[in-house]
Every structure is written in C-alpha cells, then in structure tokens.
C-alpha cells in the first residue's frame, strides 16, 4: 500500500502568508508584541503529584503548565522550588503559545523532588550534575552524572553499552522479533520461526539537557533482505538519574489475509540487553516482581536452605543482595562442597492473560524447567547483576496488555541477557486476521443491509490492520550493586505508576485552555448540583469496574471500553458489528479529559491515559493509503470499513500531550496537519452517494462542517499554537475555513461545503441549504469553537455557530421560521444542551439558558428517573461475578458527562 501523497507546500506557503496578513486584522499579533508578563498571581503556579511520593525512584518527570494569554513573554526562564523554598533544578521549553505570541503552555522537566513544588518566573537552578549530549561518529554518548548510555545511530544495536563509573552494567540493547510465517487452527505440527533484529534506519537528538535529554531512534526489523514492523523509539535521561526511559512505538505492516494460514505472525516482540556478570556466582542475584511490590528474591548459587548451613549472617547477606563474607569464614561443610551447588542461570515469568502468571526456571539451556510459583498479576519488574552492579528492568503495563514475558538468560555465566517481551513468544502468535469471511456483503446495496442488522460498516479488504501502531514503556536502572528491598519496591512502583507532576484545575481554568468556561471544580453547594456529581462519579466508576469485570485488557485492547450492552446476555456486545469496541465515538475521551480537568482525580488521569494511548495508536491508520485516518467503533478495532478522519481527531491527543510534553503524542497530532488529504484517498459517502462515477475533486471536496472540519481544525489549531514545521499553513486554514463557514448563506446550519486543498477555503454556496445530522457536534465541536472563539476575532463565525447552537434544540417551527425548513428527526439532545448552555453564556439569553437545563433533565439520554445503581450479577447468568448497569451506554455516558459538566460551569447558578 502506497502512502498517502504529499502536495506540494509552495502553494500552501503562499496561501499561508497572505492569511498571515489577514490573521492581524483578526485580533493576532506577532511575537514580538506579546505583552509584559501581568499580576504574579498569573505568574506563579503550585504543581503537585498525582499519586503521593514524588519521583520516587523514577529518573524524573515532565509536566505541561498552562499560562493565561499575556502572561509570560516567549523568551519567559521559569524557577522551581520545593516547601521549604529550596531550588529544584527544572528544564523549561515551549509547547504552545497564544496568537498574541505570548506562551500559553510550557513543559518542565524535574530529575528531583517531592511534595508540592512551586513554579515561577526566573533564572533556573542548575542541576548538581548536567546531562549532557556527545556526538562520537557512530554513537550518541549521554551523560547523567552517574551513568553514561551509549546509542547507537546505525546497525541493531540501539543501545550500545551504560555504564556507571568504570563498570559497564549492560550492553548491546537491542530488538528483537519472532516472525512465524504460517498458522493453523487446531492441533499444529512444526511451528517455524524466524528472527528479525532492529535495524536503525535513523538517530535524532531531540533535547541536550542541563536536566533532561532526549534521543529518538528509528528503524525496521530486520533479516536478510526483508526489512518490515517499523519502529520509533525514544530513549530519556534525566540529570543525576542512574536509570532512562524508553517508549517503544511499533506499527505493523505485515500481511495477515482472512481466511489464509500464512503470513506476518508476530511470535515475539521484545527488548533485549546483554548484562555482564563478573561477581562469584552465589554473589549473583536474581530479582523477579510478582503481584504488587512482592520479588522473588534469589541467587544463581544459593547457599540458603541447604543440609550444612554456612551460617546465619551468610544467609542474611545472600537474600539481601550483599556480597557475601569470604568463604573461607563459612562453615567449611558448605565452603568445600560449592561445587556441587547447582547454578540457576535461566528465568522465565510469563503473563500469558490478565489473570496468571507463572515463573519457572532452570539450569541451562537443554534441560528443564521447575517451577517457581506464580500469581495473578505480575509486576513487569526484574532484576539482573551482583554485588558489583546490575540492571533492574520493567515493562509499564505488564498484565493490562499481555501476553507479556519476561526472561533472564546465562546468568551463570560471564554475560546474562535480560528480554522484555512486549509480546511473549509463550502466548499465541499475534493474529490480526479480520473476523469474518463476508458473509456475501459484495455490493453497496448488500452492505448497507448488513449495517442495518450487526450495526457493522462492512466493505471487502478494508478490516485491515496495515498501518496501526502501539507505544509501550519501558525503564531501566543501572545499579552500583543489588538493591535492597525497600530500593527495589521504589523501582517497582516507578514502572506501574510513572510520577507525575500537575498543575491543579485551578490553574486549567484560570488560564482558560480547552475550551475557556467549559469546566469547572466541582461543586456540591446545592441538593442539585450534588446530583449531578454524584452521578458523574457513578459513571465514571461503573466504567472503571467494568474494564476489571469484563477483562478489557491485551496488548491491542487495553485503554479501549465498549460501546453498547447487551440486556438478554448481561454481557457488553463485544461480538456485534459496530456496538463493540467504542474507538472514541461520541467522544469518551472529550468526557474523561474533561472530568480531569475539573478534578484533577489520579484515577480519572491515568483512565484516560491509558485511553489516549491506545484510540491515538490502535484506532488510526499510520501507514498506507487510509494514514491520517481512523476507523468507526467494532469487533475489531480497525475492522469497521468506516475510515474517518474523526477518529483520528486530534482533539482526543491534545489533553495528554499538553498536560505532560509527550512527545509520542505529539507526533501523531503533527501527522494529522494534512489529514484534509485523506479526502482525496477515500469518500466517506462512496456507499449512499447518488453519483456512481463521483471522483474527489481536490480543488471541490465536500467536506462536512461538524465531524470532518471539526476533526481538521483541530489538528490545524494545534499546529499553530505549537509553532510547528507547518503553523503558518495551519494558521492559514484555521482562519480560512472559520471565515467561509461563516460566509456561507446557512453558516453551520448548510452542513458542508466544498473545500479547495490549494487555498484552505470553502466555496461560499449560492443558494442556502439544510442538513444538519445529530453527529456533526459531538465529537469535540463545540469545545473547539469555544476554543477558536476566544483565541480569534471573527464576529461573523461566532454568530454563525451561535445560531447553530440556538436552532439544533429548537423546536421544528422555530427552524423552519429560520430557515424555512425544519432540521428533520433528530436525537441526541442532551448532549446538545451544552449547545444551548454555551450560547445562552455568550448571548446573554435568557431562554437558551432555560432550554439548556430542560433538554439536559427532560429529553433523550439519561435522565434523573433512571436507577443510577448496579445490580449485582453472577453464575449462571454471568460468567464471572460483578455488576451491571443495564441502562448505561456509552454513548449516552460520553454525552451526559460533558453535558453535565459544562453546563454546571456555564450555567449552574441558574438551575431550575
């Protein structure tokens, strides 16, 4: 599959300097007019963390700080102290800015610290210990001041040693990959497999310190002459860390045929580091995490439980990881027969589902195996060295995302080799085939049947996974000697839970980001308000423990929940066309974001993190002719044939990317800066437009102004604040499309509009239409125009989406007085009431108001007569036991918690 094609940005460019020019009268001024920095209540920020202990025994953190407009100029340094108002050495960087130039979010990077921390204007501290970045031909060198990391910039060598002082502690990081080119059902005979390793294809330093670095590296697996699975990785150091962090990103671009037995089968997907050992072997520890903080807690030689005892203190030092007393002050029973202790060199904890895990190890290689216990849920965690140093090694996510696996091997000898594997080689090879054979659905005619009966959007070859991706995290300690225990529970709960600085909702709100007025802190003062955030928290915590019930987890589900239950099953209907894996529709993401921001609850931030992560990579194509795209809610998350650039919406990225730097994240916004191209790739109405022979025109696209341009502006708004490679073309597109929607003879209310690519504009139509659909709103609509609305003066736009929001929930005389047609069966109305809240704020009406609290108690979705339990179920109507509340959907929760939320903040003084 080709890729999508790159116009030409020479046209682009000079569409983007004559809007440049038209931005000014619209109220943007350049950089260079920012205003001085206002009052030092807008100056100054208290960052707190999400969960308690600071960083713990992570290498550092980075948060994203939002700042009201004209508070700090572009060039602003910033300061970070703790309580006691000592200097936090921090590393500060722009992530945004406002049209006035001013900054609108900055990113700080910490390497230490804990309990609050206060972030304010000046010349930063300097780190005790700089990172610093070396170029050596081949090799990127990075320095903490306690470890050195060499990077590879060629070969499949990603990591070519660390060190810590003179004594290496790992080398010859790598990626490894299991192919297995065929697989059958049921009883199997020789299983082949074949080896690719990760060649590097290119080596970026991204960031040089004093307190953060940043290298990223790319490339395909390799063997022979077939390169394919392309990844990005990205290695951080922090000043002072003995540890890094890696995020590993792959995307697939195998070939798996439904109904075909060969192909590209992942077998194993992993990370690897070769350990050097140099201590005695009963000095040599093996660490391995079981549920929670627990380790398996041993030697290569072990010297404890044996018939002669060498002595209490030997014991001790041996399960405490130290190095052990000469041998020659042991008892000489043990001391003289040493020899014949047998050496554990192999070790193996696999995660093969959400529930269990087993460790097992053995000798070496060629013989077997003996248990080791096991558990329910590991922690991804191990541990690999001596008494001279080792590595510790986790995978972030272990049991959500399995099969997961981890493996020591040769520890009994001069170098061990640790693997994280993403993807056990234990588990089934990762099929990816579409579900079905058809079932006959060759025609339009026969598909659009289909739809009508599973809800699923079938079409011949489009339930392809060619082109999603998946980003896992992984952290790496380079150890002096073997840590204690309570040293290595830190580590442990670094990979679970990473640290996390943030700011609190108070400053979200006050610096007015992400739709300025939307949200607001809780607020229970009155009997009805309190209702509401009970019920707010009830959703919230349903959906959290129905992810646990209903298992929601594996390497390419985890951070997705599904779209509609199922009443006669007391099941979610997991199997049914598009009313399985919800893939963002309606906007879950938007209501989780949005219930942050307001709250800055740990449990609300790492849901919907885990959701970014996933709707971000899994849900969207990155590769071939459907990149830029996302697909419709399904069985599979990429099965529908519904590819949609609101999927892909960056509206859905932009919350984690601010509030924490990511840069991953950020990637996938600044791939969607020229997703209106896709529309030239495939037509969204090909199975339900009149015209068999349309072909796209690229200078007359018809692009809708609710879900299509809302998903477009959002990445195009994105680019520009971020000043990116392409933010005066985004800036150029933002404005042009505000401009001729708002141009057109019906603004909103005309539905869409033709689109010419070369200029960013819509062509104004001559005669005034209607079509308006339920959807065009609620993926992300009225949060971005509430966005653009504060950021750009262009009355005409604001007028022309406030009609909108007056009409959708009108009555149909009232649009037909209006318009002179009325808006057809429409749905969905609770969800509009935020609609009506927004504009009644910004209108001063009064009516509107009154209408926003009436469509959200008394129209469709949930109203205030619904249970607002869970029933308890269990066998035999259930196969395991929990709770159901059969009444939820998720369309409807997504749109009743941003109803209910923004109305409070716009409106919640004037509750009926």
């Not at 989406?801 to 209006?818: G, L, P, S, W």
Request: proline share 5%; glycine share 10%.
């Amino acid at each position: 599959m080709s890729p999508i094609p790159r116009r030409s940005l020479l046209k682009a460019a000079a569409v983007a300097g004559a809007a440049t020019q038209a931005s000014w009268a619209l109220g943007a001024r350049p950089a260079d007019a920012a205003p001085a920095a206002s009052a030092a209540s807008d100056a100054t920020v208290t960052l707190d963390w999400l969960e308690d202990g600071g960083l713990g025994a992570a290498p550092g953190t980075t948060v994203g700080v939002p700042w009201p407009k004209g508070a700090h100029r572009p060039d602003r340094t910033f300061a970070l102290t703790d309580a006691a108002g000592r200097s936090v050495p921090t590393q500060s960087w722009p992530l945004a800015y406002w049209p006035d130039g001013s900054l609108k979010w900055t990113a700080h990077a910490v390497a230490s610290g804990s309990g609050r921390l206060t972030l304010t204007a000046g010349p930063p501290a300097a780190p005790e210990h700089e990172v610093t970045v070396t170029r050596h031909g081949g090799s990127i060198d990075i320095a903490t001041g306690v470890i050195t990391a060499r990077i590879g910039t060629s070969g499949t060598t990603v990591v070519k040693s660390v060190t810590r002082g003179a004594t290496e502690i790992a080398r010859n990081g790598r990626l490894v990959l299991l192919r297995q080119p065929e697989i059958e059902d049921g009883d199997q005979g020789t299983v082949r497999t074949e080896r690719f390793d990760g060649a590097i294809t290119g080596a970026e330093v991204e960031q040089r310190g004093p307190v953060r670095a940043v290298v990223r590296v790319d490339g395909k697996h390799r063997k022979g002459d077939r390169s394919w699975l392309p990844f990005s990785l990205r290695l951080y150091f922090y000043a002072g860390a003995d540890s890094f962090r890696m995020v590993h990103t792959i995307t697939f671009d195998g070939t798996q045929e439904p109904g075909k037995a060969s192909g590209d089968f992942v077998r194993g997907l992993g990370v690897r580091f070769t350990v050097p050992m140099r201590d005695a072997s009963y000095d040599r520890h093996i660490r391995i995490g079981g549920e929670g903080t627990g380790l398996l807690r041993e030697a290569v030689k072990g010297i404890t439980g044996l018939r002669r005892d060498p002595g209490a203190a030997v014991q001790a030092a041996q399960f405490e990881g130290r190095k052990l007393p000469d041998p020659a002050t042991w008892d000489q029973r043990v001391t003289s027969r040493l020899q014949y202790i047998p050496e554990w060199g192999d070790y193996t904890l696999s995660q093969l589902s959400a529930d269990g895990f087993t460790l097992r190890k053995r000798t070496k290689k060629g013989y077997g195996w003996v248990g080791a216990g096991g558990g329910r849920r590991a922690s991804g965690f191990g541990y690999v060295g001596g008494a001279s140093g080792g590595l510790s090694f986790g995978l972030r996510d272990f049991w959500e995302k399995h099969p997961a696996q981890l493996d020591i091997r040769d520890a009994h000898t001069d170098a061990a080799e640790v693997t994280l594997w993403l993807w056990s080689p234990e588990a089934q090879p990762m099929d990816l085939r579409f579900y079905h054979d058809g079932m006959g659905q060759d025609s339009y005619a026969e598909q659009l049947e289909g739809l009508n009966i599973t809800y699923e959007d079938y079409e011949p070859g489009f339930g392809t996974p060619y082109g999603i991706a998946r980003t896992s995290e992984l952290l790496f300690w380079a150890n002096a000697s073997t840590p204690a225990a309570e040293a290595l529970a830190r580590q442990i709960e670094a990979v679970r839970v990473p640290p996390q600085l943030a700011a609190p909702p108070a400053q979200l709100i006050k610096a007015k980001v992400f739709g300025p007025g939307l949200y607001s802190e809780p607020d229970r003062s009155t009997p009805a308000k309190a209702k509401i955030e009970d019920h707010l928290d009830f959703l919230f915590t349903y959906y959290r423990d129905q992810v646990e019930q209903r298992r929601w987890y594996g390497f390419w589900d985890y951070g997705d929940i599904m779209h509609t239950y199922d009443t006669a099953r007391h099941q979610w209907r997991y199997d049914i066309g598009g009313y399985a894996w919800d893939n963002s529709e309606l906007s879950p993401d938007l209501w989780l974001w949005y219930a942050y921001l307001r709250s800055g609850r740990a449990d609300i931030f790492r849901f919907a993190e885990a959701m970014t992560r996933h709707t971000g990579e899994v849900d969207v194509y990155h590769l071939g002719q459907w990149a830029g795209l996302g697909t419709r809610h399904g069985v599979q998350h990429y099965a529908d044939s519904a590819k949609q650039q609101r999927i892909a919406n960056t509206t859905y990225r932009r919350f984690y990317y601010f509030l924490t730097g990511d840069e991953r994240v950020g990637d996938l916004m600044r791939a969607n800066v020229d997703s209106d191209e896709t529309f030239l790739v495939l037509d969204p109405q090909r199975k339900v437009r009149p015209d068999p022979d349309y072909r796209p025109d690229p200078h007359a696209l018809s692009i809708g102004f609710g879900t299509d341009w809302s998903g477009l502006v959002s990445a195009w708004l994105t680019e520009w604040e971020r000043k990116g490679p392409q933010w005066e073309k985004a800036r150029a597109r933002v404005l042009s499309t505000m401009e001729t929607i708002a141009a057109q003879p019906n603004g909103f209310v005309q539905g869409s509009g033709l689109y010419d690519l070369d200029t960013g504009r819509f062509a104004v139509a001559d005669t005034p239409a209607v079509s308006v659909s339920h959807l065009s709103a609620v993926f992300g609509l009225n949060e971005l125009c509430a966005e653009l609305i504060d950021l750009v003066d262009m009355p005409a736009f604001e007028e022309a989406y406030y009609d909108y929001c007056r009409y959708f929930n009108a009555t149909k005389a009232e649009q037909k007085a209006r318009y002179g047609s009325d808006f057809g069966s429409l749905i969905l109305f609770q969800g509009h009431s935020r609609l009506d809240a927004y504009a009644a704020v910004r209108t001063g009406d009064a009516k509107l108001a009154a209408r926003a609290w009436e469509k959200f108690y008394d129209s469709d979705g949930y109203k205030e007569s619904a249970p607002w339990t869970t029933e308890k179920i269990g066998g035999p109507l259930a196969l395991v036991p929990g709770t159901e509340a059969s009444w939820v959907s998720t369309n409807d929760t997504a749109l009743y918690g941003l109803a209910a939320i923004e109305n409070l903040a716009l409106l919640g003084d004037r509750m009926p």
